[in-house]
Each structure stands twice: as structure tokens, then as C-alpha cells.
């Protein structure tokens, strides 16, 4: 089977992967390789210069530029990139407990997380991890060294969804301790009681860092397939609503995509990048959003 043909990196198949180590490069060698062997006509290049991208490659050696441009990978065979600030912020609160096309949000989080580290980290990057719950926070600092990416993926590892959101006052301290503007990379499902992670979000941004905003869903979440009278439960409270989803359907799509439509344009008016991605959806979007916001800071 072609290589391109390959789903690397449908969730599915990344939940039968139990080392976050061989999953993070399984996502990020299949995307890089699928992506070189895309039809799409490519740019006039010198080759003394670049070449086309081979797994195992140094990803500091990648042209982002020039991936904009032809939308393929080539390393420049001189120059390495700048080095940037990377810290990843994980919604592990309780709701992201929650399944949904056979996959928990939680588990798809810690797959998106651990591949964006690993491309990350092998760029050269110094990179960070924030797991927030239950009114605390799991800090790992941002470094470079190459023992870095064994320690952020095992606090993935360990990590289980718990508690509640914390308000603002409780994280600052983590967020202002260095004065160095950051890429932050948040993956959470928004679910909140009194807009506390939109305020997060809206104070990172404020703090001058380059907020790139991952949205987590299930497909019931965004379709309302459900049939028949239902109870649902939420998890971070405990409450329960019974519903008879034939008539909340067309309500609940009503509100669903007001609320979207009015959180987008707050996320745009605090200069925050946004992707929503479903849980039955490969990573490629993901990667692909992540190295476009990454290109904006050079």
C-alpha cells in the first residue's frame, strides 16, 4: 500500500498504539512522507540547495517558507531555522472524559498533544506542557535538552481527566513567570461554567503570546445524532437533564452554531487561532494549522 495512501494518523488506529513515543513519530514521519508525495505541482527549486524531506530528517532543517508556497516539505540543505518558545496547554478536567466515535476526548488531546511535541521538540524548540485540573496545574517548563521530550510525554502518559477549570488567579503565576513572548498551543473541549477558559485564553493572548487554539468535539457533540428520551450527565457536576432528543435536535443545532459562530469572532477580535476538530477526524489538519501559525512568527 502506498505510503500516501496510509492512514497514519486516523485516531482509530492510534488508539491501538500504546507507546505515545512511536505514535507521536508514527503521526508526524506519515505526514511529513504523505506530504511530499502529494500530486500537487511543486516550485522551481535550486537542488544544491534543497531537497525533498526523508524520514529522520532534522525538522530544523525543514524551509517552512517554502512548504507555503508548494505545500511540500524540503530541507534546506544550510540554514536552520530560529528556535521559538513552544508550551502546550492540556484541558484535563473531567469533561474531557467524554467519548464519542469510539475515541475519548482526552485520549485523542493526548495524541494531538504528544505529535505536535515530538514535531516540536525535534524542530529544535524548547517545549513545555501545562495539564490543567481540578483546580491545580502539572508544569513542566519549557526546555530544549534531549531528555525533554521523554519527560513531556510521560506526563501525557500518566495524565487522567479530572475536577474542574480553574479561574484565572490560580494559573497566572505559570503564564507570567518568564517575560519571553510564547507560541501556546491549547487543546480543550470549552466546556466551562462561567466563561473561565475563554478568559485564559483571552489572557494569554493579552500577555503578547501567539495562542493557537485547538477545539475538541465528538460528531454527536456537532450533529445531535442522538435518538429516543436520553439522560445526559454532566461530568464535572454531576447534573443530569433527560431529554427527548426528536425535539431538542433543531433547538440544540440553533444554539450550537450561534454559540460557535459568537466564540469564533471573540477568538478573532483576541487575535487567537482557531481549529475545531471532531474526534473522529485524522490529525492531518492539526499539523498543518500548527506549522502555519508556527511560519507567521518568522
Known amino acids: 500500500m502506498p505510503v500516501s495512501s496510509y492512514r497514519f494518523i486516523d485516531p482509530h488506529i492510534l488508539a491501538a498504539i500504546s507507546d505515545l513515543h512511536l ?6 514521519d506519515g505526514f511529513m512522507l504523505g506530504a511530499n508525495q502529494s500530486p500537487r505541482p511543486g516550485v522551481g527549486l535550486e537542488f544544491n540547495q534543497y531537497r525533498s524531506y526523508q524520514p529522520g530528517d532534522d525538522l530544523r532543517l525543514v524551509d517552512w517558507k517554502m512548504y507555503a508556497r508548494s ?5 534546506r540543505e544550510a540554514d536552520v531555522e530560529t528556535s521559538i518558545i513552544v508550551r502546550f496547554v492540556l484541558d484535563a478536567s473531567a469533561s ?3 467519548e464519542d466515535s469510539g475515541i475519548a476526548k482526552f485520549d485523542y488531546a493526548r495524541f494531538l498533544t504528544a ?3 515530538f514535531l516540536a521538540h525535534a524542530q529544535g524548540e524548547a517545549v513545555g506542557l501545562e495539564m490543567i485540573h481540578d483546580g491545580a496545574v502539572s508544569h513542566l517548563p519549557p526546555k530544549r535538552d534531549h531528555q525533554q521530550l521523554h519527560r513531556f510525554l510521560h506526563e501525557l502518559e500518566r495524565a487522567r481527566p479530572h475536577g474542574v477549570w480553574p479561574d484565572w488567579p490560580q494559573l497566572e503565576g505559570v503564564f507570567t513567570a518568564t517575560q519571553k513572548r510564547e507560541m501556546i498551543v491549547f487543546v480543550s473541549d470549552l466546556h466551562e461554567q462561567r466563561d473561565e477558559i475563554f478568559a485564559a485564553l483571552s489572557k494569554l493572548s493579552a500577555l503578547r503570546n501567539e495562542v493557537l487554539l485547538f477545539h475538541l468535539l465528538g460528531r454527536n457533540e456537532i450533529d445531535f445524532s442522538y435518538e429516543g428520551f436520553l439522560t445526559f450527565e454532566d461530568l464535572e457536576t454531576g447534573k443530569t437533564l433527560q431529554v427527548d432528543a426528536g425535539r431538542a435536535r433543531q433547538p440544540y443545532l440553533n444554539q450550537m452554531q450561534q454559540k460557535l459562530h459568537a466564540m469564533k469572532q471573540a477568538l478573532h477580535d483576541e487575535k487567537i487561532s482557531y481549529t475545531l476538530l471532531r474526534l473522529d477526524q485524522p490529525l492531518d489538519l492539526a499539523l498543518r494549522q500548527y506549522l502555519a501559525q508556527r511560519m507567521k512568527l518568522f
Not at 23 to 28: E, F, Q, Y
Open 71 to 75: 505545500d511540500r516539505y524540503y530541507v
Open 23 to 28: 505514535l507521536a513519530k508514527t503521526v508526524v
Open 115 to 117: 505529535s505536535l511535541g
Open 96 to 98: 474531557m472524559a467524554h
